[in-house]
């Protein structure tokens, strides 16, 4: 039986966090939320994705309509709380070609509020693993799945969209990399113990960095923070003492007035060697003479650097989706010949028996009549030779249906061998 792909879901462009977050499932509840969705009764195939930015039901059904409707209502059972309602307003439906697509789209972060981040596929490829755990995925599904994991694959491989970098703490990061060619080595100090600070830390200790010292006025919340990253609290009336140690210095800190002069910072080189720093300003009011960059191995951006360079990387990432869009669309043609492949089959399969039992039954009437009088070796001989003419019939509509060809929609030759042939009802 032919079943179609169907996507009922939500996402930010949608619907606003308060009703995302009634809908999301709970992740150690999503196996008894798979079973409920693999319940009803047009749905033969179900995955569910829930991300804080979407939430969406995949499924595989033979008729849409039933499918759309037994799902709207899965969702609006999954919504908590009984005085809300209006949730269908929120949702979209999608199936077919379409569906695929926007499944592809999902996958290469096309359709994310950041887009060629990479975060959504390993959200992708944990919601099916926990559908194929719990028995919700067949054929159809577990093609599509791994089709798209494919496709974001490729897309990652021959387009820039993910390559740079496009907030401004993994910016920070990224500079940090260009400049130093590698951070495992490499002292942090975080002064101030703001949110972008800790961002901005987060991705350095995600890109390698292993040491990091934490000062801030209120030393418990340097404790606080540096233990979040198993480095270093440091006294805020003590952290020049420190300066020297640090590769990388992150201002954040609220200070009505500049923490370091040009002054002070020669002197740390010359502790250091003139060995290089970064200094990353990114503070409410400046944390560091904006002077400091013109001495020689020192690297000091400002947050509205950070911001440009953010800036004119996600405009870099948007001209690159013209090219992932492109190759999302040639991976959709090819899952749509493959699954309209699946109509084959059973065509082909029909077909063949429907030809043998014509050969059978007009070879026992002619050798209980008019060659009944006919040897077991010519019989035999005979059986051989009308077998081999079917195959022959068969051969050219066979590899026809077989071909899958670019230019030519497949099932159109599967409904015409039924008709021709009669085969609707098998």
Partial sequence: MHKEIIIVGLNHRTAPVEVRERVAFDSSL?????????????????????????????????????????????LVEQESGTNHGGLEDHLYTYSGDTAVRHLFRVAASLDSMVVGEPQILGQLKGHYLAAQEAGTVGTILHRLFHRSFSVAKRIRTETGIASRAVSVSSVAADLAKRIFDRLEDKTVMLIGAGKMGDLVARHLQRNGVNSLMVTNRTFERAVEVAAQFCGSP???????????????????????EVLLRPGTVEEILKERKQKAMFFIDIGDRRNFDPRINEIDNVYLYDIDDLEAVAKENLEERTSEVRKAEDIVDEEVAGFLRWLASLEQVPTIVALRQKLEEIRKGELEKSLGTSLKGLSEKERQALEDMTSAMISKILHAPITRLKRQSEDQDETLYVEALKKLFDLEEK
């Fill in 30 to 74: 999503l196996r008894e939320s798979l079973m409920r969705l693999h319940s009803l009764p047009s749905i033969k195939e179900g995955v569910i994705l829930s991300t804080c930015n979407r939430v969406e039901v995949v499924a595989a059904a033979p008729d849409e309509q039933s499918a759309f409707r037994e799902i709207k209502g899965f």
């Fill in 234 to 256: 440091i006294r805020f009336e003590d952290y020049p003492r420190y300066l020297k140690l640090a590769d990388l210095v992150i201002g954040c800190a609220g200070s009505p």
